[in-house]
């Protein structure tokens, strides 16, 4: 699966954004697909994930109720819906992919042997 995310810009605090990733190669539909960040001098964290069939959505603490992760299959599409960004958001933004047929953790980034680029997300306060 090849990934290629998009989106990322300069926004002040309480702003909202739009994420995408567009997924293609082998079955990009039968794969779960997660957000994933990383600030300068941190580690990468979670953001958001989604179940490949049943589109159920996982977050992250520190940005549920803010952020909405959703997929379009028809168009190979991964969104993450960003509002009352933070300059704590400020991050280099990952969209991952990973096919399973069995339980998984989506938060742990072992979890997704693919990745996109990252797109930069800069939340000026």
């Known amino acids: 699966v090849q990934l290629q995310a998009s989106g990322g810009g300069l926004v002040q605090s309480g702003d909202s954004l739009r994420l995408s990733c567009e997924a293609s190669?082998?079955?990009?539909?039968?794969?779960?697909m997660g957000w994933f960040r990383q600030a300068p001098g941190k580690e990468r964290e979670f953001v958001a994930a989604?179940?490949?069939?049943?589109?159920?959505?996982y977050y992250a603490d520190n940005v549920k109720g803010r952020f909405t992760i959703s997929r379009d299959n028809a168009e190979n599409m991964v969104y993450l819906h960003m509002s009352s960004l933070k300059p704590e958001d400020t991050a280099l933004y990952y969209c991952?992919?990973?096919?399973?047929?069995?339980?998984?953790?989506?938060?742990?980034?072992?979890?997704?042997?693919?990745w996109g680029q990252g797109t930069l997300v800069t939340v000026s306060s």
């Open positions: 989604i179940s490949a069939n049943a589109y159920i959505p």
């Open positions: 190669g082998r079955a990009p539909n039968s794969c779960y």
């Open positions: 991952a992919a990973g096919y399973s047929s069995v339980k998984i953790n989506f938060t742990s980034l072992r979890a997704y042997p693919y």
